[in-house]
């Protein structure tokens, strides 16, 4: 991966995305920002109780380096899909051409609109915005569509996984925008691992339900302290993989970003692993305009 600073936040970027034209995306540290103790760095939440304008701050950081307007949804760890439509943003810049009293520009207008509505994963061939959430240990997924300009951002939990949001995403991305699953580029954010994640039957059950998602479950089983049965972990981001390849996905053409978020603390904010309350890194993912 590529290490990048800017004032204020560090940031890294996946090779083979950072090399496509009129892309432009980011996984950002905690290192930086504004927040202060017990959230200091860059916390980019405001669910987990930092002060809102210390948040606001570092989000127009988080901005400014990917050079983009920041879009989110609600995320509920589930397959829910949201699809932002060129209708979507006329709509935004109908609403912003009519109002004379409010100067605020279409992109903050959609941002308004999508903020409260659920979904876990965001898909759009729109210019001038980036999908964008704050994460604390599930997995960000990023996809780009290079033959038909399109982006998506998935946030992957352990529900969301086991209920295949991944490839539930690329075909609809197929099925709207005309996606081959051979063309994609995808990046699998910071997650957290088999090393530090331990998870019960009931996860293992869920993964089961379906073909997919079972045979592309990365769990792993361990002794239990002084001969008290086996104890469950789960691999987020290695299972998030295996169901991009099951999609259809070309193996090279997928990369991983190789953290722990439960390890590596020093870098990631992890909802695990950390005293709480703490704070939540970024991802976005966007097209520049042309």
């Not at 982006?151 to 991944?166: D, I």
């Not at 290695?238 to 099951?246: D, F, M, P, Y």
Request: charged letters at 25%; a positive charge; aromatic letters at 6%.
């Amino acid at each position: 991966m590529i290490e990048r600073r800017v004032e204020h936040a560090e940031y890294l970027a996946f090779s083979h995305l950072s090399a496509a034209r009129g892309l432009a995306h980011a996984i950002f540290t905690r290192r930086g920002g504004f927040s202060l103790p017990p959230y200091r760095g860059l916390n980019l939440a405001i669910s987990t109780g930092d002060d809102p304008a210390r948040v606001r701050r570092n989000r127009a950081v988080a901005a400014e380096a990917l050079g983009l307007a920041l879009v989110s949804a609600r995320a509920v760890h589930s397959a829910h899909l949201l699809v932002i439509t060129r209708a979507d943003r006329a709509n935004a810049e109908a609403e912003a051409e009519a109002n004379a009293n409010d100067a605020r520009p279409w992109q903050e207008r959609l941002r308004e609109r999508l903020r409260l509505l659920p979904a876990d994963a965001l898909i759009t061939d729109q210019p001038g915005i980036a999908l964008f959430w704050a994460f604390g240990d599930c997995a960000p997924v990023l996809l780009y569509d290079p033959r038909h300009r399109v982006v998506a951002l998935v946030h992957a939990g352990w529900r969301g996984t086991a209920q295949a949001v991944v490839p539930r995403t690329i075909a609809r991305m197929s099925e709207d925008f005309g996606t081959r699953p051979a063309d994609l580029l995808a990046g699998i954010g910071p997650a957290i691992g088999a090393c530090c994640y331990e998870v019960s039957e009931e996860v293992r059950a869920a993964f089961a339900a379906d073909g997919l998602t079972s045979a592309s479950a990365h769990f792993e089983e361990r002794p239990g302290a002084r001969g008290q049965g086996r104890r469950l972990f789960l691999d987020i981001a290695r299972s998030n993989e295996g169901q991009l390849l099951a999609a259809g996905v070309a193996r090279e053409r997928v990369a991983l970003s190789g953290y722990c978020t439960g390890c590596r603390t020093d870098l990631f904010y992890s909802h695990r692993r950390e005293p709480k309350p703490s704070g939540r890194f970024g991802v976005g993912i966007g097209l520049r305009e042309a």
